[in-house]
């Protein structure tokens, strides 16, 4: 499979630029059509996801945990597949390949329904796998996409409980929350990510300009991306106008609390929607706070539970943070935008969940499992 995309990709990239034309007419923005976009070394990257899964351990089959009971018993905790898995998706068509990439390897069934905006891209996609799929003795129904645009055929398959036994929504907020209100199947998800990064009075600043530039302006338009830069106090006037100006002279439109306006007056007034706002795009909300523990206020108040950092020499207040911030990756002294099936050496990943049932965070092979009892006798009857 692996292969297979990098052999078709000048064929996959011209059936891109038809979903980019469209893009572009509907007038999307520049984040977004990032998303959707393409190129020879991102079908490169997707098949190098495909072959870290390939050379992963099987999780199927896994002896969990054991237990002898006193009467003889031996039971066997063993991972087994999910079953059939859902997939609803917008706009990465690398997505495509991740979750048929990382549903064989667990031995589970797959049904891809991408987005309308990247529907010639993930169609290429499919093609191109399942045919590769087909030559290795696998049979094709292993993975399905339903290729029409119509939206009630989500609708029918949402009900379809003990024929699909998850469903996993990767998307916007309104896309997860119609997917989760609709379901008679049980469904993993995130809301949004509205990451942040405090800067502690005692960091290395230097760290912190790079950390905070890289989780920003690196790839905007990702859930992992920094929504929120929070800044203590202390530090706030030698660390914000050299920061803001640095990220202003990438295109980054910052708005910020009354103290960070007073400290840079080019910068926009934050209102209180902006603090709960995923921006997906070159924005950034920035507060100066009093200390970590107003860090952490904000963070529980306004955030996704999704991806948040500190940055700081304090390994007390790291510690403290990453005791108190209840989200499903907590960083010090790095970049959220290490929240990534691969970055995390899961080969890809299905999705990042903020649920905390189940799975949570990033979603690799382990994540498509559950697990069943075996139970071995020699004629035990319970009294």
Known sequence: ?????????????????KDLAMARAKKMSSALIDRLTLTDARIRSMADSLL????????????????????????????VPIGVILIIYESRPNVTSDCIGLCLKSSNAVIL???????????????????????????????????????GLVDRLLKQEGLIDLVIPRGGESLIREVTRNSRIPVIKHYKGVCHTYVDESADLKMAEEICYNAKVQRPGVCNAMECMLVNRKIAGSFLPKMIRRLKNSG?????SKEVKDLVDCV???????WYREYLDLKLSVKVVRDVDE?????MKYGSYHSDAIVTRNK????????????ACVYVNASTRFTDGGEFGKGAEMGISTDKIHA?????LEELTSYKYVVYGSGQVRK
């Open 1 to 17: 499979m692996a292969a297979a995309l990098v052999k078709n990709a000048r064929f996959v990239i011209s059936r891109n630029r």
């Open 52 to 79: 870290k899964i390939s050379k992963l351990k099987d999780p199927v089959g896994d002896i969990i945990d054991t237990i002898r009971r006193p009467n003889g018993l031996l039971i066997k905790k063993v991972r």
């Open 113 to 151: 329904r991408g987005g309308s905006e990247s529907l010639n891209s993930n169609i290429a996609i499919f093609d191109v796998l399942r045919k590769a799929l087909v030559k290795c003795n696998i049979p094709a129904d292993s993975i399905s996409m339903i290729k029409d645009k119509d939206r």
């Open 252 to 256: 980054v439109e910052i708005r910020g």
């Open 268 to 274: 926009k007034l934050a209102t209180e929607d902006d």
């Open 295 to 299: 860090a952490i206020r904000h963070i």
């Open 316 to 327: 007390a207040r790291a510690d403290k943070f990453l005791r108190e911030v209840d989200s």
């Open 360 to 364: 949570r965070g990033p979603m690799g």
